[in-house]
């Protein structure tokens, strides 16, 4: 799993949890990110990490996107945040009566060089309101999810990690790897040469 963010890989090794039959590998290698469509970025950081570090990858992108404002701040929502703070983001929506906004995942997969990146979406509904909540992780403080009075910061980890955009494209990229283990018969795994997903030698169903 290549990424700069620690919050990301903490969510990410919870949510697939101790029993599963993969070992996810963190590789911080330093990506520069393509600008666009989300799907893109995915793709294209997917691309270089495997091209770096010539091994199985899993990156992932996450937008926050205002319905009011067409999906803007979107993948540019790093920056934003970085100047302008959560009162800032609150502000962006003053002149707008709508303040519903969505948190979007993207995960892209692949196996190594030259082969097919996969991508994986989740997305979660909610609303823009002013922080509350522990600062820890990013833009938690102003998201609160559709259906619930909390922010994301102010909830439990595990409630989050259970109606996330981050948990529910996560849950895409297991089914695919579920189904793919069941397919194929032989072990694909490819040594300890830092590999992200290794395959023991009996490879259960993803547990949930
Ligand atoms: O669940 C989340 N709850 C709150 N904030 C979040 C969440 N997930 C990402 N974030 C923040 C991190 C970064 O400010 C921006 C996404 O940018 P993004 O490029 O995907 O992340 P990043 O550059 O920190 O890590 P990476 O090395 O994986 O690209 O939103
Ligand atoms: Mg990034």
Known sequence: FVTGNPR??????AIIGENTPWKLISNDVDLPELQGEPDDIARDKCQMAVEKIKSPVIVED???CYNALKGLPGPYIKWFLQKLGHKGLNQLLCGY???TAYALCTIAYCEGPGKDVKLFRGKTDGTIVEARGPHKFGWDPIFQPAGFSETYAEMETSLKNS???????LNGLK???DTRTMKDGENTS???DGTDLQQPEKRPRLNE
């Open 175 to 177: 089914d695919f790897l």
């Open 62 to 64: 996450t937008c926050l």
């Open 190 to 192: 490819n040594g300890s």
């Open 163 to 169: 109606i996330s955009h981050r948990r529910k494209a």
């Open 8 to 13: 990301k890989l903490e969510e990410v090794v």
């Open 97 to 99: 009566d709508d303040k």
